[in-house]
């Protein structure tokens, strides 16, 4: 069974930094890209950004609003997938999901999600 | 405001059918594939569409997803209470290098 369990959310000031962890099972982690999602309280969803495989180079994306503040990362030996985030604003409060991009739609669709790490920023 | 474009709310009765709109351009939705979501309250959301019109294993087949141009649509036929959530749609965006979602559909099964 596919799993994924987000951990390290919390409180934070503004201009602080905070790392959340992905631990994935169930599956072999290495072979996919992976993503996070968030979603502001009482909003909609908001992509973070992703990850590639190995097999794709490991490369990132980000979106505008996060690019140059966030730092997405993997250990494939540890099945982990990490969002390390710096310099946070009040904005960043938010649920963060980890997702899966699924291998039968090109990655292009997330298939599995964990159950999200809330983040709250403020002073 | 977000990159695609959706109703903020539908409803139906049980066993209607309902169409949610997913309206984009054609650095997204125009050249790319589409996925659904469905948020149910308190829960994370779960794939219920992927390549516009291709349903993952457990979802009732009365769910679909067809694409026109720069829009998508979802629709949900033989409307049940348990349809009641959020539902959003994503794409690829060529344009911003990354994945554009709509702002979400809330369904209100009355």
């Known amino acids: 069974e596919v799993q994924l369990v987000e951990s390290g959310g919390g409180s934070a000031q503004p201009g602080r930094s905070l790392r959340l962890s992905c631990s994935a099972s169930?599956?072999?982690?290495?072979?996919?890209?992976m993503s996070w999602v968030r979603q502001a309280p009482g909003k909609g969803l908001e992509w973070v950004g992703l990850i590639r495989s190995k097999a794709y180079g490991g490369t990132t994306e980000y979106a505008a609003s996060v690019k140059g503040r966030v730092t997405i990362s993997r250990d494939d030996s540890k099945t982990i997938a990490y969002l390390q985030m710096n310099s946070l604003k009040t904005e960043d409060t938010a649920v963060y999901y980890c997702?899966?991009?699924?291998?039968?739609?090109?990655?292009?669709?997330?298939?599995?999600w964990g159950q999200g790490t809330l983040v709250t920023v403020s002073s | 405001q977000s990159v695609l474009t959706q109703p903020p709310s539908a409803s139906g009765t049980p066993g209607q059918r309902v169409t949610i709109s997913c309206s984009g351009s054609s650095s997204n939705i125009g050249s790319k594939t589409v996925s659904w979501y469905q948020q149910l309250p308190g829960t994370a959301p779960k794939l219920l569409i992927y390549y516009t019109n291709q349903r993952p294993s457990g979802v009732p087949d009365r769910f679909s997803g067809s694409k026109s141009g720069t829009s998508a649509s979802l629709a949900i036929s033989g409307l049940q209470s348990e349809d009641e959530a959020d539902y959003y749609c994503a794409a690829w965006d060529d344009s911003l290098n990354g994945v554009v979602f709509g702002g979400g559909t809330k369904l209100t099964v009355l």
């Open positions: 997702t899966r991009n699924g291998g039968h739609c090109g990655g292009d669709c997330y298939d599995y």
């Open positions: 169930g599956f072999t982690f290495g072979d996919y890209a």
